[in-house]
């Protein structure tokens, strides 16, 4: 017996070493990393940036591209301008944002070769550097306050007629720094103007974002902030993804783009907004169904209870920060010359023929080509032009309808009378 033990004992000690001896160990939970390059974000060009506020979430892999999501965890192609990516503040849920860039990166490059051939008469050079030692930025440096003096000859269609009143809401409300709530540019550091100042001179997309914020019902996306030269807010689908959608969904659509050209020239603080310019990117979708503008850089602003505070000849000065996206040639628009109907004009001609074209049973359509025709040749005064609003919605109102798909005013639409 005692020797059948011993030989028990010897058989188990031998399975337990040679078990030892052929598991393979415990391999070490590797975290992928994703490198971004200071190139890939346009850091290594800062200060001559939009701003860094959004730097730790990149870093931090709480905003992810949706390659990031694939098994190859690549970067995407850097020049193109826009990518769609995933947003979270728990690391548990996600929603889609929009990355973009001002400007495609081979335009922000020609620019920056521009600044240094311009100023320092080189190929390369410390583009901050470069641009501090212009006569407009000294001007900014000494500056208590942004006034219309400081802005003239800038390129962006929000500053063609700046009145004070709309300056003083940009330093106020200007989020890539500490919310000090004033009018006076105290709690902006010499980097903070450079980079509002670069902002306003290459696209004041992300300004008016900030500016006039969604969350007190202004028609724009929520900005969340940049690194380096990426702007980060909420996702919307271009309205060119809804030319070929049900009748109801380009009827709904229509209203909305109405509603908001109709809030751009009659709002509470009472500001005037008008397109220089739309496509079939200016406004998007979000996924409840809601039109915003999707890209607010072709927008002009006319303070309707101050006026503009530079005349347009005024307003020819020009140095490097006119000509950092455009020809130094392009003569700007005058304040005086934009009406009421302008951006209805340019929504009829580009947008509505192509969103409302061939939808509807007849006479309805007939009468919606007729009045898209109408109205793409212009009208003769502005007087008409709220009549002519109100005339094509109270045609397009019975043609939507009431359901999920229409998030936004669902199900507040089965118990109102406005639906």
Known sequence: VAELLMLLLVLALNCNSSTAATASPTAPHVKPSYSFGR?????????????????KKFFKEEIRFDTWLSSHLKLPPSYLLSYLGNYTDDAKSWRMVDITRLTTKYQHDRADKRICVSLLKTKTCSLEHALRRTHRFQKWLRAKRLTPDLVQGLPSPMLRCPSQRLLDRIVRRYAEVPDAGSIYMDHLTD???????????????????????????WPFPRYLGSCGRLVVSASTRPLRDFYGAAPEVAADLALQLLAVLRSMGTNDLNYFFYFTHVNAGTFGVFSNGHLFIRDASTLGIIDKEEGNQLIDSQQEYKDIFSCLTVDCQSAFVSCNSIREKHSLVMVCQELLPKLLKGKFLQPVQEKIDSFLQHCAGGFADDQGINEAIAMLAELLKPLRSCDSRFAYRYPDCKYSDKY
């Open 39 to 55: 190139t890939f974000l346009g850091l290594d060009k800062c200060n001559a940036c939009i701003g860094t506020s959004m730097c």
């Open 191 to 217: 980097r903070d103007k450079l980079r509002l100042l670069y902002t306003l001179s290459v696209n004041s997309h992300p300004i008016l974002l900030q500016i006039f914020p969604d969350v007190e019902g």
